[in-house]
């Protein structure tokens, strides 16, 4: 405190800080951490807590940062160092005799230069190397020092400065894998670097010329041109590859893997999915069934498709045209047909267009999901099937005209279904009486078999009426 009681401005900066109200008399810190830094006015020993807070505060004046970096306190200083409000002495004294914490911190603070840089890497700690040859700032002689002297990560990071000279960048090229590994990530290499790179290339060296930001199309065809799964596998996803890469990679044989990469892009061309419908895998030309970019011929194709999966994938679609429908129709799979019908609000036309080459089994299952369906119901009466015209006659509703062109049908058993119903004109009424089947007379008057044996005789004779009809 000066003379006159005023605070001095440091005090005031760590009053303001720590938050201290008033003066409470004097306080010496007895820490030897702390080094013998007072603070005369604090209610308390400054405490490392307290200290945290002075180096990170954006009013601290030079003089007291010059106390905490002689703290020697590790999170002390390393706190200090992110001060972007840190001027450039103390940033010299930190580069020159902060901990290796600190410096590797201090290297990256905005206000570095390239001669602190240079004191910084002095230490040949590796850590601060490894933040030396990150920074943006280093010159390109302080990069030639430490190629020469770091190994391992601090070497891989420098060949991957932008400010790497050219001669360092040519003997890289032609250097050991590591070597080009490291390098081809650097974002000064020309056209032609990444190109004499792109040939030959291993795995790796592949992954990072893939993201490096110059490749053009001729360094991404180079890289295409050898048959690595994995390579194909992640330039799927790259900028540079289009439909006639894809189709090109296709056809060269590119397996399951690269195949499930192309079907999660967004958008794809039908050129592709139409290429990925011939693929060896199923689960791949069930995706392609239902890609909403997939042709319709692509989906015709799949109709037909071994994998009964395949094929219904395709019916389950929002959306079906009518060459489909018309291709499910002529065609032999029957529970295809039926997962056609099946789809929310299957139009009649649909179920007439099936029921034309219907087998009695199918007419059968069609017949359960059309009670309601009257129009249905009038184009199955016309069956060929006689116990579906038998079943039909039993339904507990029956239009008018079907019931009358049933009371006509060829086989007694239907005829005797619809003398039963009742409800009919009188002149049909007269014509089941006078039928030339005792069953169906007995039906048109009310009447039934009522004996055990009269019972087994009718249906026998009702088994061998509808046998005879199939």
């Not at 060459?323 to 789809?343: H, I, N, P």
């Not at 009447?447 to 055990?452: C, K, L, V, Y």
Request: a positive charge; charged letters at 25%; one cysteine or more.
């Amino acid at each position: 405190m000066a003379e006159d009681g005023v605070l001095t401005e440091q005090q005031q900066v760590v009053q303001r800080v720590l938050g201290v109200d008033r003066y409470r008399g004097t306080r010496e810190i007895h820490d030897a951490d702390l080094s013998g830094i007072a603070v005369t006015f604090a209610p308390a020993p400054l405490t490392q807590e307290s200290m945290l807070q002075l180096a990170a505060s954006p009013l601290l004046d030079e003089a007291t940062a010059f106390k905490l970096v002689q703290s020697r306190l590790a999170p002390v200083q390393v706190t200090l160092a992110r001060n972007p409000h840190l001027s450039r002495s103390v940033i010299e004294l930190l580069a020159r005799t902060g901990l290796p914490e600190a410096r590797v911190v201090v290297a990256s603070h905005p206000q570095i230069t390239p001669s602190l840089l240079s004191i910084l890497v002095k230490s040949r700690d590796v850590g601060v190397m490894e933040a030396v040859a990150t920074h943006p700032l280093t010159p390109s002689a302080l990069l030639e020092e430490l190629l020469l002297a770091g190994d391992g990560r601090v070497r891989e990071l420098v060949l991957r400065h932008p400010a790497l000279s050219p001669e360092s960048l040519k003997e890289a090229l032609a250097g050991a894998e590591a070597d080009r590994i490291a390098v081809a990530l650097n974002p000064r290499l020309s056209a032609t670097e990444l190109l004499h790179l792109a040939q030959g290339a291993s795995t790796e060296l592949a992954f990072c010329l893939l993201r490096h930001p110059r490749l053009d199309v001729v360094a991404f065809t180079a890289l295409l041109s050898r048959h690595d799964e994995d390579i194909w596998q992640m330039a799927v996803r790259h900028r540079l590859m289009d439909a006639v890469t894809m189709v090109h990679l296709l056809r060269r044989g590119a397996g399951y893997a690269v195949q499930d990469v192309m079907l999660m892009a967004p958008r794809l061309e039908g050129a592709v999915l139409a290429e990925l419908a011939g693929s060896r895998d199923a689960r791949i030309r069930g995706r392609v069934a239902a890609h909403p970019d997939t042709w319709l011929a692509t989906r015709l194709y799949l109709l037909g498709d071994p994998v009964e999966g395949v094929r219904l994938t395709v019916l389950r679609q929002p959306v079906i045209a009518d060459e489909v429908v018309r291709q499910v129709v002529r065609a032999s799979d029957e529970r295809l047909k039926l997962a056609l019908l099946d789809r929310p609000g299957a139009p009649d036309e649909w179920y007439v267009w099936v029921l034309a080459e219907a087998s009695e089994a199918l007419q059968h299952q069609i017949l359960q999901r059309v009670r309601a369906r009257m129009r249905v119901l009038h184009h199955l009466v016309l069956s060929r099937y006689a116990r579906i015209r038998l079943e039909i006659a039993n339904l507990p509703r029956l239009s008018r005209e079907a019931a009358l062109h049933l009371a006509r049908d060829p086989v007694w058993p239907v005829r005797e279904a619809i003398a039963r119903r009742g409800h009919l004109s009188p002149k049909r009424h007269q014509a089941l009486l006078e039928d030339p089947v005792s069953w169906v007379r007995l039906a048109a008057a009310g009447r039934s078999a009522w004996w055990p044996w009269t019972r087994a005789r009718r249906q026998q004779e009702l088994d061998a009426a509808l046998a005879s009809a199939q």
